[in-house]
Every structure is written in structure tokens, then in C-alpha cells.
């Protein structure tokens, strides 16, 4: 298990060409499990709630995104219990958490977004808190179905550029944009190759391997990260497989609270887990982004409206939910579903619901499970797992 | 003589309000004998007005969810959706609804509720949105997303006329023409904008008398209970919005408690302690909830509930220009998103301005165990407020309908500690000012 790999990264050079994938792995183990942000650490870090974060702008300023993925269940909760309700999810509890015991301290921003209604109070506790650091809601649309929507993000993309402008004592030109579009365009490519290699042959290349590769771009620069996912890349085409005959299923419920590592695991030691929405928005713009054709920000806007994922906290009249969840099934070429929900998140509690009904239509096999990030027991959910598996074997 | 005034002379305003409601509530029942086309919509962010304008009767489904708590029908509401499938950790008012749909429609006040040919949903409540997408699954009716985007920090400048507040209204305005378009493919009316003129002329008449209602309970002794009659009162505001009768009955209730104020009548026969209330009401205790506070004398001055969920435009004293009235309608429910209705992230400045308009003694947080929008930061907002401000608070939690979350004897403990709290600290002062 990844979690008993003993980390170490001294020495290694994410382009030396004689890495081999295990160095790759735990390098990007590292890096993913980090949840803090030093004092002095440079370039600056900007912190972004989930899901979705327009970071190339980030980027473009010689800022580096974080995206704040919670405290794991390495984490203990001392400060967050007395300002948060009890009826709030985990990730806002344990983000606040780390404001509060200064682990995110080295921060220069934080930015939320309306992804749900306590992702938005998470602005002001954080303007409360932390004045220091300026602290804002990135007013994504909720209407993506509007002929007006391009605009408007490109307005709020605007205005996020000027924050990051005033930030760093400079404008950020638009050929700076453009070169970051680049970057990400690249990276995004990347992940969909991971993605494809774990959904045609998952035996080469397991989720805990794809999500901690993916993961690790949430905190290094994405040139970096490009490196580590193409020596990745590289070295998967070379690693020796044995065959296994486990089902193949999809995994939902990840776009924003984190299920703990163990929890992947559990499933995978079962299922092949061929897709699933983790982290969905570091790959939420689903095609390369036009970097060289007029207004890069317009661009970005309008990737954002018109060549986007799916998640339960966004409205979209193209896409409803479970007519995603079916595509996602058809294309993964999976037998079975679990449909996960973070305790306390209403968006996904309703979706869970809404899709286990489709499911039961289709008379499609699924799985319902309900996870915090702080959790740590897993023998019940891995006897669930197991029962279910068998139960798509035998079937 | 007007509609309003034969059909409630020599009642009070309260009853008068509470008899408005309940004839709205039957009217809805009626809406498809009538031809009327039927929009459900919610208390913030609504587009109201140019719904009013096509001649759709109106839904509020939290008003339906709430009389279920107050007709104490919620648990049975409720337990249907759970035994659904929907968790315990969802909005009660959500499940209440489910409650209905599963009842084939039949609210407790005996009313058949109308399903919908339109369903609007703004961002203001992320729930909004996914409480329209079980309509869709239910109703087969599209749900309009109506994205209006709120304040971004708390000391968020956006002025009328400003670059930013053009930019967020071009993007409401712009989503007003495609509700436009959808109300007239659904209702075969083209648009009428001096019809939208009039309702707006009317919800103008009666945010002009809201305003000066609400400022009356800055006279001591407050005249009525933000959280008891406030509630019945906002409850005609939101119902019978843009209409002749709305502001008939705003003009009454005006009268009403000039009268009081003239008098020095007030609510709470000797009124000790004023108070802010800050959250959504308890519906199946509200009753006992008032009741622990009057009986120490204090009385519920102002609640930021009566902004939130009452529209915003009182928040800035804000009026449609009729002479544009689609562009206005834009730039003034931007205006309300941002300085009324997105509130709840950022109240820390506007509860402490309360607390000064109205002379206000302390706070009172009512966390709701399922609604994120206006509880998940009150613990920190009260933090803040009590360390900056040096305010007294008093933070309980219950739920809008849900009585399970209602524990009587905890609050009671409480809301009694508060109040000894407030005494001391009168004692305290008044021997220092000796």
C-alpha cells in the first residue's frame, strides 16, 4: 500500500531520466500529502476551495494555485469545532482547521467559489481569521446555459486578474496567459492519458497510483508536474502487468471532500476502479484550450462554459446527472457503480439518491457508501466492498 | 373601499396578514381552474416581477414546507422523504416538499398544490438549485437557474452605476430576456413591459412602506416581534409581492404600528431587553421560542431574517426605475443580491449596525441543523462579533421544521443563562454610571 511506502525524496530530480516509477510514485505520495503552505514559500501560493479554479491565471502571475484538498485523516480538529456547526462537512471543518493552527499560514489568497452554501461561508471565515491574507468568492456561474454566461465568467476572470495584478505589483500580460494555457492544455492531455491507460488496461496502473499523480500537480508548478506525469507515463508503458479478473466499476462522490487514501484502496483491493470524478477539477476543462486565437481569457471562459466535466454542485440543463453517470459507465465500459456521498454534503447526498433510482432503473449493480476524509476504521466498508464484488463475479 | 379593507375591517394587522396568506395558500389550489400558468419559485432571488408580469400564480415551496412545520405536519412529511431515500443530513424544508409530492400533492392546509410549468431557482441557496432538479425528475418542468451573483468579500464595494455592478447586472439582465423568452413560449403572452412597469410600481410602494416598518422597532418600546409578527408580516410581503393588495395591506400595517408607536405601545408589555435575531425562525416552536424571551422582557427589535427572506430591497432602499424597467429589474436585484441577500456569509458588519440603529442589548443565533446557507459560520460570526464588538450572544440550534432538533429543555437553559448574562451586565453599567 502507498501508505506504507517509506517517503523519501532526497536526491531525486522529477526529469532524470533514470527514474524509475516507484521514485515517480513517491515523489508525487509526497507531494500530495502535503496540506500546508510554508511562510517563505515561493512563488507565493494562492489558496482555492474546491471544486473547479481558473489557475492558469494563477499562473500567469508567477503564483502558484493550491488547491485546498483538507486535512486528511492525518489531521486532528482542536479549533475548527468551535466556529464551524456541527452539520458542516468535513473539508470546510478541517480547512479552517489549518487556518486557525496556522499550517496555512505562508498563503497569500484564498478563493472560494458558490459550489455550495458552506463552501461560500468559508470567504468569511476566513476574512474574520485571517485578514492578512485577502480572501474572496470567485462568483462562478450557476447558469452555464445562458448566451450571456461567456461573458460574465470572462468578467469574473477579469477581476480575478486584477486581484492577482495588485497581488504581485504588476499586470499580467496576456502572452503570459497564453503561455500558461499552454502548460495546462499539456497537463490536461497528460491526465487524459493517464486516465485512458487506467480505464483500457487498470491491471498497468492502479487509482491510488492515478490519483496521487494527479494530486501531486495541486502543489508544484504545472511545468513540474507536466514532468513527473510524463516520466510517469513513460514508465508505465514499460512496467510489467499480471493479469487479474476483478470487476470493473465506477467511483462517484470525489469532486470535492477527499475519501481517505485507505478508502480507495479498500475498494481497489475488490474492483478495478476504471473512472471516477476525484479531483474532477484539475481535468474540469475537457478539451485544449484555443491559447493563440484572440482573448486567452475569453478562452478560458469559454472553456469553462462550453468544454466542461460535470459535478453535483453545478447546474447544467446539457447535462443532467444521470445521464453523466450513464455515459460514464458506457465509456469506462464498467459493470457497476459506487456512489459515494461526503457526510454533510447536501449536493451529494441528493445526487447519490438521484442516481441510485437511475441505477435501480437500469438495473445497473451499485454501491452507496458515506465517507469523511477523517475517517480511519475501513474493515466494515472493505466487508461491504467484498460482498459486492463477489456478488458482480458470481452474478 | 378597497379588496383589503372590506374584507378585514376592525381586524389587526396581523390577522388581516395571517387571512391574506391563507387566501393566497387556497388561491394556489385553484390556479389551473383559473388558466392561470403556475411558477414555482423561491423567497430569494425570484424574478417575481416579471413572472407577475405574465400572470403566473406563484409557489413558494418554502412557504409550503414551513406551514407544514407550523401545521405541525412536518414529521410525517419529513419521515416519507427519509423513507425515500433522502438522509437525515438534508434541508428539512427539501424533505418536507418530497413529503408532499409523496402525498400526491395535498398540503395540509387542504390545499391540492398545482405542479409547475416553470420552475425558478436562483444561486442565492445552492439547495435552490438541487431542490429544482427533483422537480425536474418529478414534474418533467426545466428549472430556470438564476445565477445572481452576491457580494464576493465582506467589504465588497460594488455602487450603483459602478464598472463591477454594470457587469453583474448585464449578466442578470441577460438571463432576464431568457426567462423572458421561456415565460412566452410556456404561457403564449408576448412580453409587456409597462405590465412589469406596474408590478414593479407596486413593489416599490411596498419596500417604501417596509422600510419605514421595519424602523418603527427602532422606538422604544418596539412595537411588534421581528420573529413573531415580523414573520406573518414578511409572509403577506412575499405572497402577495407587486400586487394592488400587497401594498393596500402594507399601507394598513403601516397605520397599524404608527399608531402603536404614537401610543408607546409596545410588544412585550415591559420591555427590559432588545434584541437582534440572527437565522431562520424554529416553525413547529416559534411560539415557544418567543415565549422564553418575552417572559424575561425581551423582545426581538430586528432580525436580519426580515431582509434575507424578504426579498433584499430593503437592505439599501433600493427602487425599480419603472421608466426602464427590464435594465432596472437587473440592477437592482444585483444591488439586493449583494447587499441583502448574500449576507449570511459576511454579517458580522450589518448584525453590529443593527445592534446601534436599533439600541439593541445582544444577539441571538439561531443555527438550523440542515441549512448551511444561513448557519454553517455563525459559531465564528458570533466569535467575532462578541471579541470585536464586546456584544453579548446567545447561540442556540434547532431546525426550521424538523422538531427532532428541538430540544426544550437545553434552550430553555440557555436563552435563562443569556439573560442573567444581560442582567449582570445592566447592573454592571448602571453602577458604573453612578
Known amino acids: 500500500m502507498m ?38 514559500e515561493q512563488p507565493g501560493a494562492i489558496g482555492y476551495f474546491p471544486v473547479y479554479f481558473p489557475e492558469e491565471i494563477v499562473h500567469a502571475a508567477g503564483l502558484r494555485p493550491h488547491a485546498l484538498l483538507g486535512g486528511g485523516n492525518k489531521l486532528e480538529v482542536r479549533l475548527a469545532d468551535a466556529r464551524i456547526g456541527s452539520f458542516v462537512c468535513s473539508i470546510c471543518r478541517s480547512t479552517t482547521e ?83 494555457l499552454h502548460v495546462y492544455n499539456e497537463n ?98 475537457t478539451e485544449d484550450i484555443a491559447a493563440d486565437d484572440g482573448d ?24 443532467p446527472k444521470e445521464e453523466m453517470l450513464m455515459r460514464m459507465l458506457r465509456d469506462a465500459r464498467a459493470e457497476a457503480a459506487i456512489i459515494t456521498a461526503a457526510k454533510f454534503c447536501e449536493p451529494g447526498l441528493d445526487d447519490q439518491l438521484a442516481l441510485s433510482h437511475r441505477l435501480d432503473a437500469e438495473k445497473v449493480p451499485y454501491l452507496v457508501l458515506e465517507f469523511e476524509e477523517k475517517m480511519t476504521s475501513f474493515e466494515q466498508m472493505a466487508m461491504q466492498v467484498e460482498t459486492f464484488a463477489e456478488s458482480l463475479l458470481f452474478q | 373601499m378597497s379588496a383589503i379593507s372590506t374584507m378585514t375591517e376592525g381586524l389587526d394587522a396581523r390577522t388581516t396578514g395571517q387571512r391574506l396568506v391563507n387566501q393566497w395558500l387556497a388561491s ?7 388558466g392561470q400558468p403556475v411558477a414555482y419559485v423561491f423567497v430569494m432571488g425570484n424574478a417575481i416581477e416579471i413572472l407577475r408580469a405574465f ?63 416553470l420552475a425558478v431557482a436562483s444561486s442565492l441557496c445552492n439547495v435552490y438549485i438541487k431542490w429544482a432538479e427533483i422537480w425536474e425528475r418529478r414534474f418533467g418542468t426545466p428549472a430556470f437557474v438564476l ?51 406596474e408590478v414593479e410600481a407596486h413593489v416599490n410602494e411596498m419596500i417604501r412602506l417596509w422600510i419605514e416598518i421595519l424602523a418603527f422597532n427602532q422606538h422604544r418600546p ?99 426605475d419603472t421608466s426602464r424597467p427590464l435594465e432596472s429589474l437587473a440592477e437592482v436585484t444585483t444591488l439586493a443580491s449583494q447587499m441583502g441577500l448574500s449576507n449570511h456569509f459576511f454579517s458580522h458588519h450589518a448584525l453590529a449596525q443593527q445592534m446601534k440603529d436599533f439600541a439593541a442589548d445582544g444577539i441571538v443565533y439561531h443555527g438550523i441543523k440542515s441549512c448551511r446557507t444561513v448557519a454553517t459560520s455563525m459559531a465564528d460570526n458570533r466569535e467575532y462579533v462578541t471579541t470585536k464588538h464586546g456584544m453579548p450572544t446567545l447561540y442556540i440550534e434547532s431546525d426550521l421544521i424538523d422538531p427532532r432538533y428541538w430540544s426544550d429543555a437545553q434552550i430553555k437553559n440557555r436563552v435563562d443563562a443569556f439573560f442573567e448574562l444581560l442582567e449582570q451586565r445592566r447592573n454592571l453599567q448602571s453602577i458604573q454610571e453612578r
Open chain 2, 55 to 117: 400572470g403566473f400564480e406563484m409557489v413558494f415551496p418554502e412557504i409550503n414546507s414551513l406551514q407544514t412545520g407550523v401545521r405541525k405536519a412536518a414529521p410525517d412529511f419529513i419521515a416519507q422523504a427519509e423513507d425515500f431515500g433522502f438522509s437525515p443530513d438534508v434541508c428539512s424544508y427539501v424533505k418536507a416538499d418530497v413529503g408532499l409530492m409523496l402525498s400526491n400533492m395535498q398540503h395540509p392546509s387542504g390545499v391540492q398544490m398545482p405542479v409547475p410549468d
Open chain 2, 222 to 320: 418596539a412595537p411588534y416581534n421581528s420573529m413573531l409578527d415580523g414573520l406573518t408580516y414578511m409572509g403577506v410581503l412575499n405572497a402577495w409581492r407587486g400586487t394592488l393588495e400587497g401594498v393596500e395591506y402594507m399601507r394598513l400595517l403601516h397605520a397599524e404600528i404608527a399608531g402603536k408607536v404614537a401610543r408607546g405601545e409596545g410588544r412585550v408589555p415591559h420591555e427590559r431587553f432588545r434584541l437582534v435575531f440572527s437565522g431562520t425562525p424554529c416553525y413547529v416552536n416559534m411560539r415557544r421560542l418567543i415565549e422564553l424571551f418575552e417572559s424575561h422582557g425581551g423582545v426581538f427589535a430586528a432580525s436580519d431574517y426580515l431582509t434575507y427572506a424578504a426579498g433584499g430591497l430593503d437592505s439599501a432602499g433600493l427602487f425599480y
Open chain 1, 188 to 285: 490536461r492531455r497528460l491526465q487524459r492519458e493517464l486516465y485512458r491507460i487506467r480505464r483500457d488496461d487498470p491491471a498497468r496502473l492502479s487509482t491510488v497510483e492515478t490519483y496521487l499523480l494527479v494530486r501531486a500537480g495541486t502543489r508544484v508548478r504545472r511545468e513540474e508536474h507536466n514532468q513527473l506525469l510524463r516520466d510517469a507515463l513513460r514508465l508505465l508503458a514499460e512496467r510489467p502487468v499480471r493479469p487479474r479478473d476483478k470487476p470493473r466499476v465506477i467511483f462517484l462522490g470525489g469532486f470535492c471532500e477527499q475519501p481517505p487514501l485507505e478508502m480507495i484502496e479498500t475498494i481497489e483491493d475488490a474492483c478495478f476502479i476504471v473512472d471516477d470524478d476525484l479531483l474532477i477539477g484539475q481535468r474540469w476543462i
Open chain 1, 296 to 319: 486567452p481569457v475569453w478562452a478560458l471562459a469559454k472553456s469553462y462554459v462550453e468544454h466542461s466535466a460535470s459535478s453535483p454542485v453545478q447546474f447544467d440543463a446539457r447535462k
Open chain 1, 3 to 40: 501508505n506504507d511506502v517509506e517517503v523519501s525524496t532526497g536526491g531525486i530530480d522529477a526529469a532524470d531520466a533514470s527514474m524509475t516509477l516507484m521514485a515517480v510514485l513517491e515523489r508525487c505520495f509526497e507531494l500530495a500529502m502535503r496540506t500546508g503552505v510554508a511562510d517563505q
Open chain 1, 98 to 180: 489549518q487556518g486557525l493552527n496556522r499550517s496555512l499560514h505562508g498563503m497569500k489568497g484564498f478563493f472560494t467559489q458558490p459550489i455550495c452554501d458552506a463552501a461560500k461561508h468559508m470567504a468569511g471565515i476566513w476574512g474574520r481569521n485571517f485578514p492578512a491574507q485577502p480572501s474572496q468568492i470567485l462568483a462562478l456561474p450557476q447558469n452555464v446555459n445562458s448566451s450571456a454566461s461567456v461573458r460574465y465568467v470572462y468578467d469574473e476572470y477579469q477581476r480575478l486578474r486584477s486581484v492577482l495584478a495588485a497581488q504581485v505589483g504588476h499586470d499580467i500580460p496576456d502572452a503570459a496567459i497564453r503561455a500558461s
Open chain 2, 147 to 197: 445565477d445572481i451573483p452576491g457580494k464576493r468579500f465582506a467589504t465588497w464595494k460594488s455602487p450603483a452605476g459602478s464598472p463591477q455592478h454594470l457587469a453583474d447586472a448585464r449578466w442578470v439582465e441577460g438571463q432576464f430576456r431568457d426567462l423572458i423568452a421561456r415565460c412566452e413560449q410556456i404561457t403564449g403572452k408576448k412580453f409587456d413591459s409597462d405590465r412589469l412597469a
Open chain 2, 28 to 34: 394556489l389550489g385553484t390556479a389551473r381552474e383559473r
